[in-house]
């Protein structure tokens, strides 16, 4: 069975950068499909952020292109997101989410992520 | 593309039967795709592609649509449906999903 599970900090001040890692089991990431970030902001606003292909190719919301980067450890299964220059408006659940090929079929539990000085 | 949900907040008693809606800004064929969302729990797919089937999900839920009007039907909801319902749409990049309709027990 495909488990996806994200990890990170909970909290992280204004104007830092954001980091999450996504770890994946019953699958390996470089076998097929895209490997999303997908957050829900406060009030359910669903935002798809970007993924790394199974090959490493990446493609990103063009709303968070300059401050988003999406990578990989091959050797352990995991993918990575970091976000760049956060404010508060970046509160929110991150989810990773495994696409097949377009529309979510697996998703992490999800972690809380607080911007607050 | 953005995706218009109606109503936000739809209450009903258990055992109605409902029909949720989803307006794309633009056509986006059938690459339209149903979740369902409880407190605390990942999103749920329930239709793939409009109308397709999900293994597992219960018969109830349906979908129906193309272009830029969709429907998610549910059929006698049941107290297990009570939740959040979203639409997504891949028929174009990027992703987008809409605000979702919030399904509560009257």
């Known amino acids: 069975e495909i488990q996806l599970q994200e990890s990170g900090p909970g909290l992280v001040k204004p104007s830092q950068s954001l980091s999450l890692t996504c770890s994946v089991t019953g699958y390996t990431i470089t076998s097929g499909y895209d490997w999303s970030w997908i957050r829900k902001f406060p009030g359910n606003k669903m935002e798809w952020m970007g993924y790394?292909?199974?090959?490493?190719?990446?493609n990103y919301n063009p709303s968070l292109k300059s401050r988003i980067s999406i990578t990989r450890d091959t050797s352990k299964n995991q993918f990575f997101l970091q976000l760049n220059s956060v404010t508060t408006e970046d509160t929110a659940t991150y989810y990773c989410?495994?696409?097949?090929?377009?529309?979510?079929?697996?998703w992490g539990q999800g972690t809380l992520v607080t911007v607050s000085s | 593309i953005m995706l218009t949900q109606s109503p936000a907040t739809l209450s009903v008693t258990p055992g109605e039967s409902i029909s949720l809606s989803c307006r794309a800004s633009q056509s986006i064929s059938t690459n339209l795709h149903w979740y369902q969302q409880k407190p605390n729990e990942s999103p749920r797919v329930l239709i793939k592609?409009?109308?397709q089937s999900i293994s597992g999900i219960p018969s109830r839920f349906s979908g129906s649509g193309s272009g830029t009007d969709f429907t998610l039907n549910i059929n006698r909801v049941e107290p297990e449906d009570f939740s959040v319902y979203y639409c997504q749409q891949s028929n174009s990049w990027p992703l987008t999903f809409g605000s979702g309709t919030k399904l509560e027990i009257k």
């Open positions: 790394i292909s199974y090959s490493g190719s990446t």
């Open positions: 989410a495994r696409a097949t090929p377009s529309w979510f079929a697996y």
């Open positions: 592609y409009a109308s």
